[in-house]
């Protein structure tokens, strides 16, 4: 089934400067119970958004009106913990296409992949600097060209390159989906099941 | 042919095709499925109109979302109960063999697979749950995906998957007395940190993995992920068949020697090549407490926290953020803190030695008045063997209550839920914020210090019951 295709992408940034972001923060596991994958933007990062009695938490990133975009930019290792795609599926129902840092693990890098969410990977300095530029002004503009595999703040910043796996490159650009491709190999699968027998 | 690790051997051997500068196309032997992560990829299914490939290479159980207590009553929370049915619902419909509550089998899925035979050496083993390395205890690459890849599993039996680097962690030694796999996983991460193993896929040896059970070794190889790693094994042994051999499921089979000639073999060959490796001493380990929250922020129960000083200056923001929502300090003694909340159970600490261990040291004491105790074996078949043995007896007798199976506090997703500022000495795997209830304080120990608290009170090094 083809999902949104990626190629170039420009837009201002959210900055979520902490590292070792778990899963468990991203959405917590009491809003797990649903049977679908819409709807997990709105508790998106829940417990930091909002405080106890549910009244939004005006120093949260998300609420502050100043910052706005497609691209979140967070401190290293971000989506550790829990297997839980419904991280990703609530990144990209709030609105996110990508995601920036220094540092991703690994099933939530997967999970990205496998959902048009690009996880794009910068050193740990240039990390920090982009923080800090956002800070200084945040209707800071960046483009992601997925094609050229770069990464820059726009109008004249250096381009900088990314990293991505070739398939899953072709994979995001195309708008492809790897059960599309298992499906089309499966008499491969079965010859393998024989071999072993 | 050139030295393999055993990771190498397993992982080679059920590649069906490479994808040339992409993935490896991996066949996965056994797919353990549960009602939170597997809905969509059902769904997915029905919306591509294909059925399950090879249903009986799955096995479904609920555990995440259940309640431990009146399991024969229907599920209160309704949309806990939703997902549990949806779970009975799609199993039938798509022929999995489906072990849904109060089945006699039901269990925490990591715990269930072991115990009933189908977890096997040499075997890829996949499940939507990040905790899946604890099966590479018997020797097998077991590992966590996300519901996209559970829907891969379900319609082709296959995942695509970039094959992970390949570290070895030795560890060497006699443990100290009251020092338990817990407390090594724990030191482990403490020196590694939290991300330190991302992107490899780890091989624990040394002669102090050689000489525990095979629930300790499920404890270490539970928490690979903890420290980022994709997931953790040890060859198997003699321990290992010999575990093996007391489960019906594999004592009646008829190939059972041949079977065990073949698990003989898998072991990394001498001279194989590891990206990294690293070795510690099992002498300098001591029980472990977590202070933090992330379960890489660990230190010896008697230690202090770390003081900001020693804190590398990029991470300091995040350790203080961490420091506050735990209510400690900087350089902090914790030992004689007071606790409010015990939790013994979980895929990591939910097993019989588990509860023999902290029956054993609440024997003959009293609770402490000021602790909350969640008792939760990791499955059914754990819950009937601690009644078997007497377990209930003793802690009730203590005044601790045995409850019934489930993940319960271990991510309180059902009503087992730690109030906002407690605190909780936990056997489980994550301290995260609001891991156990929003606003949870969550210390990570092993069983016997979960029960030294249960009868103190405070945070206590277990030594002093020994
Ligand atoms: S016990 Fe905890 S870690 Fe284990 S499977 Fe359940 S929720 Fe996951």
Redesign the interface.
């Known amino acids: ?1 083809s999902k949104k295709k990626f190629e170039i992408l420009e837009s201002r940034c959210v900055p979520l ?4 972001v ?1 899963t ?2 991203i959405i ?3 809003f ?6 819409e709807g997990f933007g709105e508790n998106l990062f829940r ?1 930091w958004r909002y405080d ?1 009695t549910g009244n939004k938490n005006t120093d949260f990133v998300l609420n502050n009106p100043t910052y706005s975009g497609e691209v979140l930019v967070a ?3 971000f989506g ?7 991280a ?1 599926w609530a990144i990209t129902d709030y609105g996110f296409r990508v995601v920036v840092s220094s ?1 991703f ?3 939530f890098r ?2 990205s992949l ?2 048009g969410l690009l996880p794009v990977i910068v050193p ?1 300095k240039y990390l920090k600097n982009l923080l800090a530029l956002i800070k200084k002004d945040p209707s800071t503009m960046v483009k992601i060209d997925l094609g050229k595999q770069e990464f820059s703040v726009m109008p004249d910043g250096e381009p900088i390159k990314f990293e991505i ?4 490159k072709e994979c995001l650009m195309k708008g492809l989906d ?2 599309d ?3 089309s ?2 008499d ?2 079965i010859d ?2 024989n071999s072993r027998n | 042919m050139s030295k393999q690790t055993l990771f190498d051997k397993i992982w080679d051997s059920h590649v069906v095709r490479s994808i040339e500068e992409g993935p490896d196309v991996l066949y996965i032997d056994r797919h353990f499925i549960h009602e939170v992560t597997s809905p969509q990829a059902f769904a997915g299914l029905r919306k591509r109109g294909i059925k399950v490939f090879r249903p009986e290479q799955t096995l479904a159980t609920a555990d995440h979302n259940i309640p431990t207590k009146d399991q024969d009553k229907p599920i209160k929370d309704e949309k806990s109960r939703i997902q549990v049915e949806q779970l009975a619902k799609n199993t039938a419909e798509f022929g999995i063999n489906y072990f849904g509550l109060n089945h006699p089998n039901n269990g925490i899925v990591h715990v269930v697979g072991p115990e009933l035979g189908y977890t096997l050496p040499g075997s890829t083993i996949v499940c939507g749950d990040s905790h899946t390395s604890t099966h590479g205890a018997f020797g097998a690459v077991a590992f966590g995906i996300g519901t996209s890849e559970v829907e891969m599993v379900l319609s082709t039996q296959c995942i695509l998957q970039p094959k992970p680097k390949k570290m070895r962690i030795n560890v060497n030694g006699a443990l100290g007395k009251g020092v338990t796999a817990k407390d090594v996983i724990l030191y482990i991460i403490s020196q590694l940190s939290t991300g330190g193993a991302t992107g490899y896929f780890v091989e624990y040896a040394g002669t102090t993995f050689k000489a525990m059970s095979m629930e300790e070794r499920m404890t270490v190889c539970n928490m690979s992920i903890e420290m980022g790693a994709r997931g953790g094994l040890i060859a198997p042994d003699e321990t290992t068949f010999e575990y093996l051999k007391t489960i019906p499921a594999i004592s009646g089979r008829a190939d059972l020697p041949q079977l065990i000639g073949k698990w003989e073999k898998l072991k990394t060959d001498d001279g194989a090549e590891f990206d990294r490796e690293i070795s510690f001493d099992a002498s300098k380990i001591k029980p472990m407490i977590t202070y933090g929250t992330n379960p890489g922020m660990g230190m010896a129960i008697n230690d202090t926290i770390p003081e900001v000083d020693d804190i590398n200056p990029d991470t300091s923001a995040s350790f203080l953020k961490s420091l506050d929502y735990m209510g400690f300090t900087p350089g902090e003694k914790l030992e004689g803190h007071t606790v409010d909340y015990v939790f013994l159970g979980s895929c990591t600490n939910g097993r019989i030695e588990d509860f023999r261990a902290f029956a054993k040291l609440v024997k003959g004491r009293k609770k402490a008045s000021n602790i909350t105790a969640l008792l939760v074996p990791g499955s059914k078949l754990v819950e009937k063997q601690a009644r078997e043995e007497g377990l209930d007896k003793i802690l009730e007798a203590a005044g601790f209550e045995l409850r019934q199976p489930g993940c319960s506090s271990c991510l309180a997703m059902n009503e087992d839920k730690i109030p906002a500022g407690k605190y909780a000495v936990a056997t489980s795997n994550r301290n995260f914020e609001g891991r156990q209830g929003p606003g949870a304080r969550t210390l990570l120990a092993s069983p016997l210090t979960a029960a030294a608290a249960a009868i103190t009170g405070k945070i206590t090094d277990p030594r002093k019951f020994l």
């Not at chain 1, 797990?32 to 994958?37: E, G, M, Q, V």
């Not at chain 1, 550790?80 to 419904?86: N, T």
């Open positions: 089934m400067p902490l590292e070792n778990d468990d923060q917590p596991a009491r797990l119970s649903a049977t679908t994958r417990d106890k401190g290293k290792n550790s913990g829990s297997s839980r795609e419904h990703v540092f693990a690994d099933i997967n999970n496998n959902n740990e796996n070739a398939y899953k790897d059960i491709y298992l499906l190999i499966k491969v699968i393998y099941e």
